[in-house]
């Protein structure tokens, strides 16, 4: 088993509101050189918070979080993967952002990506 640790990347259409809707899981495992984001933003859900929110910017600034985790990360290209995940998590106050940094165990950080994207952004097991 492996340690690895993840957060959840999340929209906040009205910062001051507060409310929230998870949209993606960024994992790292550095035992298995693994870091990825994966993310689904789910429309409807966000209109309901905000009607006016720019899904557009908010899908780019998505699109950033997965690109920094590949193999073409633009400017963190020099960053090792831990030194990505922790820009990635670091706090921000932008209305795309990650949430805390929790920690776990697993023999496959894929599949555990996988499992913590359907539990906290598909919500399949509710």
């Not at 870091?35 to 933003?41: D, E, F, K, W």
């Not at 633009?74 to 921000?92: D, I, N, S, V």
């Not at 697993?106 to 996988?114: G, H, I, Q, Y």
Request: overall charge negative; some cysteine; aromatic content about 6%.
């Amino acid at each position: 088993m492996d340690v690895y640790e993840y957060a959840t990347i999340r929209v906040i259409p009205q910062v001051e509101r507060g409310e929230l809707i998870n949209v993606g899981v960024l994992l790292y495992c550095q035992p298995r050189d693994y870091l990825c984001a994966r993310v689904g933003l789910d429309e409807t859900r966000l209109r309901a918070l905000d009607p006016t929110v720019d899904i557009e910017a908010v899908r780019q600034a998505l699109k950033a979080y997965e690109l920094a985790c590949g193999e073409n990360p633009g400017p963190l290209a020099g960053e090792p993967l831990g030194g990505r995940f922790r820009w990635l998590t670091a706090p921000r106050s932008t209305i795309v952002q990650p949430g805390p940094v929790h920690a776990g165990l697993t023999k496959d950080p894929e599949a555990e990506l996988d499992r913590l994207f359907d539990k906290l952004v598909r919500l399949t097991n509710l």
